[in-house]
């Protein structure tokens, strides 16, 4: 099957327990080629992912058309594909091409809990593309990835992905650390929402210092960003403990280096 597009139509979904929607007719295409999703860590982008392919099924409207192939790839590296026993004993010209193109070892699929972060994320793309999927989506296929494991990926996605690709990235640069929001979820929220929850609370009490110990983990690229520009412009004095040398260059003044 091949499809022209793949449409979200008039959207209503309100999470089990909470006092309003977080999506409200929401109509959206997702035309062949790339579309990013962006957004806020707990905005809802898995969960309008989750409804495109028809995972959740929301209150109102509807997803056409309901008979596309989708391949889905989460955030979660843990999560093993549901088709990585085929994938392995799978050689057919595009199965190479796909394990070529991004790297993959003979004996990755035999292996997969003793895999890296980026090893794994790298096999859970290679399985969804093996599906030829009408559409692919990739729920943050940045997590765990270092930068070399990043650049033969992107690639592959161009060379290799179906005519829709719906992509959840990162967010604009802001907190958005709202605590009802947050609070009021019916779902635990999660450590980067809670880390800047606590960021915010403490920025908030306006201190003379502010002690920070890692402060960007757990957070997203942009929210390190909008950390970064907050803590710049804070007119107390800061002291960060961190490895985060690009937070670093953005946030502060003098850097101080321990050595042994």
Request: a negative charge; charged letters at 20%.
């Amino acid at each position: 099957m091949s499809i022209t597009a793949l449409n979200l139509s008039h959207i209503t979904y309100t999470y089990p327990g909470a006092p309003e929607p977080i999506f409200e007719d929401v109509t959206v295409t997702f035309a062949p080629g790339w579309t990013a999703v962006l957004g806020d860590n707990g905005i809802g982008k898995s969960t309008l992912m989750h409804i495109a392919r028809g995972a959740l099924t929301p209150e109102r409207g509807q997803v056409s058309p309901s008979d596309a192939v989708i391949a889905f790839c989460p955030q979660d590296v843990a999560v093993v594909p549901a088709n990585l026993d085929d994938f392995a004993a799978d050689w057919s010209p595009e199965a190479i091409v796909i394990r070529a193109t991004l790297g993959i070892a003979d004996d990755w699929p035999f292996r997969y809990g003793t895999l890296s972060g980026g090893e794994r994320k790298r096999l859970q793309i290679a399985c969804a593309l093996a599906l030829q999927p009408d559409v692919l989506i990739l729920d943050e296929p940045t997590n765990h990835a270092d930068a070399p494991t990043r650049t033969p990926r992107s690639t592959s996605w161009r060379n290799s992905a179906p005519p829709t690709v719906a992509t959840c990235s990162q967010p604009w640069p802001q907190l958005n650390a709202d605590p009802d929001r947050i609070l009021a979820a019916s779902s635990e929220p999660s450590p980067g929402e809670l880390r800047k929850l606590l960021l915010c609370l403490g920025i908030t009490r306006h201190p003379h210092l502010i002690i920070m110990d890692e402060p960007t983990s757990h957070l997203d690229l942009y929210s390190r960003q909008a950390l970064a520009r907050a803590l710049a412009a804070y007119r107390g004095a800061v002291i960060v403990v961190s490895h985060d040398m690009p937070f670093l260059r953005e946030a502060v003044t003098q850097l101080w280096q321990v050595h042994v």
